[in-house]
């Protein structure tokens, strides 16, 4: 599937986002280590969810949806913990569900975890973690196994900040028996929301959010009603929205701290932004001016964002530095970006930004999630039409992305095949 996308509409309105699917993704896992039932609220309702999901269920686990964005998960029924499916290898947060079951069975065997190809993405620190919590761990025939005879507490310093690897510690060690303390703990919104809701199921975890997390194991966790938050990057991908079209939008049902690395830039660049209790409004009315900006563990500005920024930068008016120092592969988009007239030079991990002033649209290809949604917000900004191909990846992590924009006053529309395409550049002029 494509979108097909007339560019050069300022957009305008409010738009509401959905909850973070980074947080949803371990908070699912986590729901299965209960025997009750748990309510699952502002779920959103996206591709790699929805994989995750199918996995929960296929494990034994009953999944039952009261709406779109509402879910009510128990883990009684599960019958295996080896997670096998060919759809699990597609999902990066499979590797939650390795903690979920090593924390409640003792042992857990999941096929090792796809997602987007942005960087080598290695699982070592997670592992570490698990081993000294007492289980073994080991790579047997594409499944990581990890098992424990007698899971106990543990003193764990993370070699890197890994988002993955916390909270994968924190839903083994909950379960465990004794304290342990996790060391150079990622911040991010979703580590902290993932250990609210594990606290809300009865674990004992304190200090999630800052660099140490100490967690008392407790002997088994109950149901719960939660709330995820909402996503960060979601409502990023919007405010970047508004900042390239020289428009007016605010994102509505936001945390706007866990917005601030972005309204930063924003406003460095030149915009407006507006900070309300539960809504970010951004405003721009003229060319965006050049910054620097390295992508960092929050609360610095996040990876996810990196393409985001960096379209708008190719707009903008200098030379500007975009410094990835999370992934190594995530500069995939820049020769899709080329295509549209953007003049960037990636050495390493930099990319040297010359702001064109305009872009053109053209046919692009979407390398991952973060990059395509960007490559989008390029074609809203572009002259023409623009046809961003293999959305399938887009639809990973956004929900209802063309018809949130259309409501902004995009004309971006999906099509299925050459004559869909054609006919919709027809129709949108
Ligand atoms: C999560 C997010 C992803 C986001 C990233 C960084 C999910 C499903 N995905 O990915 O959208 O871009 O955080 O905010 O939540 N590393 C190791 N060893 C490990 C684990 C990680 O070396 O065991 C490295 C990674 O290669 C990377 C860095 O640590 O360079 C950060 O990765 P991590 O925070 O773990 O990212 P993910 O959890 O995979």
């Known amino acids: 599937m494509q979108y097909v996308i007339k560019g050069g509409i300022p957009l305008v309105g409010d738009v509401v986002i959905g909850g973070a699917k980074n947080a ?19 779920l959103p309702d996206v591709r790699d969810i929805n994989v995750l999901l199918e996995a929960i269920e296929e494990i034994g686990a009953s ?35 390795l903690g979920a079951l090593l924390g409640k069975y003792r042992k857990a065997e999941v096929s090792l975890p796809g997602g987007c190809n942005i960087g080598s993405r290695p699982i070592d620190q997670h592992l570490k973690g698990f081993r000294s ?28 900040v890994s988002v993955g690897a916390t909270i994968n510690i924190m839903l083994a060690a909950a379960l465990a028996e004794g304290s342990t303390i996790l060391e150079n703990a990622a911040k991010e919104p979703h580590v902290v929301d993932v250990a609210n809701m594990l606290n809300s199921m009865g674990a004992n975890i304190k200090g999630a959010g800052t660099d140490v997390i100490r967690i008392k194991g407790v002997p088994k966790l109950h149901g719960t009603v939660y709330s995820i938050i909402p996503d960060q990057i979601e409502a990023g991908t919007f405010m970047f929205a508004a900042a390239v079209t020289k428009g007016d939008v605010t994102v509505k049902n936001v945390i706007p701290r866990h917005l601030e690395a972005i309204s930063a830039k924003l406003m460095e660049m030149g915009c407006e932004v507006v900070e309300f209790d539960d809504a970010v409004r951004v405003v721009c009315k003229s060319r965006l001016r050049y910054t620097n900006v390295k992508t960092l563990p929050y609360p610095g500005f996040p990876t996810d964002m990196q393409p985001q920024i960096s379209v708008a930068l190719s707009l903008a008016e200098g030379t500007s530095m975009v410094t990835e120092s999370i992934f190594e592969n995530r500069f995939k988009y820049v020769d899709e970006l080329a295509r549209m007239g953007a003049q960037i030079k990636v050495e390493g991990n930099v990319a040297v930004i010359n702001g064109v002033g305009r872009l053109m649209g053209a046919d692009v290809s979407a390398p ?45 529309f999906q099509a299925e095949d050459e004559k869909d395409i054609q006919r919709l550049k027809l129709e949108a002029v």
């Open 368 to 412: 991952d999630l973060r990059a395509g949604a960007a490559l989008v917000l390029a074609g809203l900004a572009a002259d023409g039409h623009t046809v961003v191909d293999e959305t399938k990846y887009i639809l990973r992590g956004y929900e209802r992305f063309d018809e949130k924009l259309r409501s902004l006053g995009a004309c971006i």
């Open 24 to 42: 949803a993704l371990g908070i699912l896992a986590a729901a299965i280590m209960a025997d009750e039932d748990v309510t699952v609220e502002n």
């Open 133 to 160: 919590l007492g289980a073994r761990t080991e790579i047997e025939h594409g499944m990581v196994v990890a098992e424990a005879a007698f899971l106990h507490g543990g003193h764990i310093y993370l070699d890197v």
């Open 63 to 97: 999944v039952y949806r009261l709406d779109e964005h509402t879910v009510r998960i128990n883990g009684s029924g599960i019958h295996t913990i080896r997670v096998n499916g060919d759809f699990i290898k597609r999902i990066r947060a499979s590797y939650y569900l």
